[in-house]
C-alpha cells in the first residue's frame, strides 16, 4: 500500500515556468488520491491550455478512469519537469501529449516575425528544442509501458501578425511530430490538417471564439480524430 510518502511533488518551478505553479496544490493533492488510492488510471491528458480546457468528463465518457493534467499556459520543457510527477507516477495505460504551442512564443524574436514570416535559423533550433523535450517524455513513458498519442499542434487565426508567424511555425513542429511518432511506435492524432482553413495555414472559421482555443465544435473534430486510435489502445 502506497502512502503520501512515496508520492512525487515536484515543488514550484518559479520563473522557470510561472504558468505551471497555478495548478501545483491541486495536482499535487489528486495525485496523491491516485497515487495512494492506487486507482488503475486508463488515460491521461498532458499538455497546455488545450488540454485545460478540454473536458475530461464531457468529451471522454465511456474511456474509465481519465485525468487532465493540461495547464494554461504551460510549455513543453516545464511539461518535461512535471512529467514523473503528474504523468509517470499514475501509471496510466495511454497518455496523449500535446505540448508545444506556447513554445512558439520563443520565435517571435526572430527580425521578420512582424510579417508573419520567421527566422530560419531560429525555427530550426525551436523546433529541435521541441523534438528533444518530447523524446525525453516519450522515452519516460516508453520505460513504464504506457503507450503514447502524440497530438499536431493547432493552427490559429488572429489579425495580429504573429499569430501567422506562430503557426506557420506549428506546421513545421507537426512535420516533425509525425516523423517523431512514427520513429518511437506512437500513435499521431493530426488535427492540424482538419481544422485548418482554405489557406492551408490558419484555424478554420467556427471552432474558436478568440482564434486559439478550440471550443466545442472544435473539439468534437479533435475527437473524431483520436477517438479511433483510443479505441486501439484502450
Avoid at 496510466?92 to 501529449?97: A, D, E, F, G, M
Amino acid at each position: 500500500m502506497k502512502t503520501i510518502n512515496d508520492v512525487i511533488r515536484p515543488g514550484f518551478f518559479g520563473d522557470f515556468g510561472p504558468s505551471a505553479d497555478r495548478r501545483r496544490v491541486e495536482f499535487d493533492i489528486k495525485n496523491t488520491a491516485a497515487v495512494c488510492s492506487e486507482t488503475p488510471i486508463d488515460l491521461v491528458l498532458a499538455g497546455d491550455s488545450i488540454v485545460h480546457f478540454w473536458d475530461e468528463d464531457i468529451y471522454f465518457r465511456g474511456r474509465g478512469v481519465v485525468l487532465n493534467r493540461g495547464i494554461e499556459g504551460d510549455q513543453a520543457h516545464v511539461l518535461v519537469r512535471r512529467f514523473p510527477a503528474d504523468v509517470i507516477q499514475l501509471h496510466p495505460r495511454v497518455c496523449v501529449l500535446l505540448i508545444g504551442i506556447n513554445n512558439t512564443w520563443a520565435i517571435l524574436d526572430g527580425p521578420n516575425c512582424t510579417d508573419g514570416f520567421y527566422d530560419e535559423q531560429l525555427i530550426c533550433g525551436w523546433v529541435l528544442h521541441l523534438k528533444m523535450c518530447y523524446q525525453q517524455m516519450i522515452h519516460m513513458l516508453q520505460a513504464e509501458g504506457t503507450k503514447c498519442v502524440l497530438c499536431s499542434l493547432l493552427p490559429m487565426h488572429d489579425p495580429v501578425p504573429t499569430y501567422l508567424a506562430r503557426s506557420r511555425a506549428a506546421a513545421r513542429a507537426n512535420r516533425m511530430l509525425r516523423e517523431l511518432a512514427s520513429e518511437e511506435g506512437c500513435a499521431f492524432a493530426d488535427f492540424y490538417s482538419a481544422m485548418t482553413g482554405d489557406d492551408g495555414e490558419t484555424l478554420r472559421p467556427g471552432l474558436s471564439f478568440d482564434g486559439i482555443h478550440p471550443h466545442h465544435a472544435g473539439y468534437t473534430i479533435m475527437n473524431r480524430i483520436l477517438d479511433p486510435i483510443l479505441d486501439t489502445l484502450l
